[in-house]
Every structure is written in C-alpha cells, then in structure tokens.
C-alpha cells in the first residue's frame, strides 16, 4: 500500500476525482472511485516513489480506504465525498422515534460512526450504563414531529438533547465537538441489526462488568 503523504491543498477535477495535490507542482495524487474499490495514484517527486518513476498506483477496496485514510486531513475531503456517494447508492433509510411515536427521525444512508460513550452525563440521559449513538451529517437526517431541548456540558462542550414533549423520549441530539452533525439514540430504531459501534469512549467510567464481542472497535479511555 502506498504511504500516505501531505498535501497542500485538494481540489475537485471536472471529471469528478479527487486531486490531491502536494507542496509543490512537482507531485501530488488522485483519489478515484470505481465501484466498491477506490484508486489511489501518487505522481511527481513526492514520497514515496521510487527513483526515477513518474507514478505509483494502489487499488483498495472502497472500506479499506476510508478506514486507512479518514483520520488523514489531506484526504478528508475525498472520504467525505465518497462516503455522500456511498450513502446515496447504498438506499438505506430507517426510522427512529419516541416510546409514544410523535417525534421520529428519518435517516438516509449509513451512519458516519456510531459511537458508545460511558460518561456519567450520556447514562443520566440514557438511564442506562452507556449511551449509544449513531451520527450522521444533517443533511441525512429528516425531523418529524414536535420536540424539546436540554442543553447539558460534557467537560467543556455543550450537548443539546432533543425530546418528545410527551413521553419523554430522547430521540437525537447535537454537540458543539460535531457542527453540521447530528446523533440519533440506536435504540430508538429498535433494529437488532443495527451496525454495531466503532468506538467505545470514556471508558474510565465504565461500568466494570460489561464486556465487549465487537471486532474492530476503538476503545478511548
């Protein structure tokens, strides 16, 4: 697999790829999507090509590109990119609402990351030993019904939770970490097959006698 390098700036051709260009005129790359694999072309003198080779190139499939280079700013764009597109073709959409069905939350496409948090504020919230959301982009979620907010601190970030006036139910919230983001409590899809979490953070406060079987997942204190 080709090294991940550091790029300047990242600009959108007319062809519709990703070019990821470097410091300089003399390198860059190009991110292509085909299908479910992604083409990764490294070109000019940058790192890490070869001595005297004008291009490297690497084909992944599309999970495995977007798990090795999301953390990477560079290529944020293009993952995020890839991702809409993913979303938009893959038709998903689900339904989450209150115990008394008023306020629902229709999401499109996959989530961008669902994630376990064992704060003491999200088991307040919850009334449960962790909290389980998943996020997606605004854009993909659509609001039914009426609701009302709490706003709580988590350390030094401000959480708005949205409720049903009438049962009281949880059904989504936003964070200041997260802007143009929205998390929607899994539960309320009341989907066993719901993807299962990516990531499992605070674990500090976690609750000694719960144990994962998640392949994959991320644990942050």
């Known amino acids: 697999?080709?090294?991940?390098?550091?790029?300047?700036?990242v600009t959108r051709t007319a062809t519709g790829q990703w070019s990821l260009w470097g410091p300089?005129?003399?390198?860059?790359?190009?991110?292509?999507?085909?299908?479910?694999?992604?083409?990764?072309?490294?070109?000019?003198?940058?790192?890490?090509?070869?001595?005297?080779?004008?291009?490297?190139s690497?084909?992944?499939?599309?999970?495995?590109?977007?798990?090795?280079?999301?953390?990477?700013p560079q290529h944020a764009r293009?993952?995020?990119?890839?991702?809409?597109?993913?979303?938009?073709?893959?038709g998903v959409e689900r339904t989450a609402h209150c115990a008394c069905g008023q306020l629902r939350?229709?999401?499109?496409?996959?989530?961008?990351?669902?994630?376990?948090?064992?704060?003491?504020?999200?088991q307040r919230r919850s009334g449960s030993p962790f909290g389980l959301g998943a996020w997606f982009e605004k854009t993909a979620v659509d609001i039914q019904g009426e609701h009302r907010t709490f706003t709580r601190m988590v350390e030094d970030r401000r959480v708005i939770n949205h409720f049903c006036p009438n049962c009281g139910g949880p059904v989504f919230w936003e964070a200041d970490g997260r802007p143009g983001w929205v998390a929607v409590a899994v539960g309320m899809f009341a989907d066993?097959?719901?993807?299962?979490?990516?990531?499992?953070?605070?674990?500090?406060?976690?609750?000694?006698?719960?144990?994962?079987?998640v392949d994959n997942m991320e644990h942050i204190p």
């Open 1 to 9: 697999m080709t090294t991940p390098i550091s790029f300047a700036q």
């Open 24 to 56: 300089n005129s003399g390198g860059g790359a190009s991110v292509y999507l085909c299908g479910d694999v992604v083409h990764l072309v490294v070109y000019g003198d940058e790192s890490p090509l070869p001595l005297g080779a004008e291009h490297v």
């Open 58 to 72: 690497t084909s992944l499939p599309v999970d495995v590109y977007l798990k090795t280079y999301a953390a990477l």
């Open 78 to 90: 293009a993952v995020a990119d890839i991702q809409t597109r993913l979303a938009a073709a893959s």
């Open 105 to 122: 939350a229709l999401t499109h496409g996959e989530p961008k990351v669902v994630s376990m948090c064992h704060c003491l504020e999200c």
């Open 192 to 213: 066993p097959k719901f993807p299962a979490p990516q990531r499992s953070v605070y674990e500090d406060r976690k609750h000694a006698w719960l144990q994962f079987n």
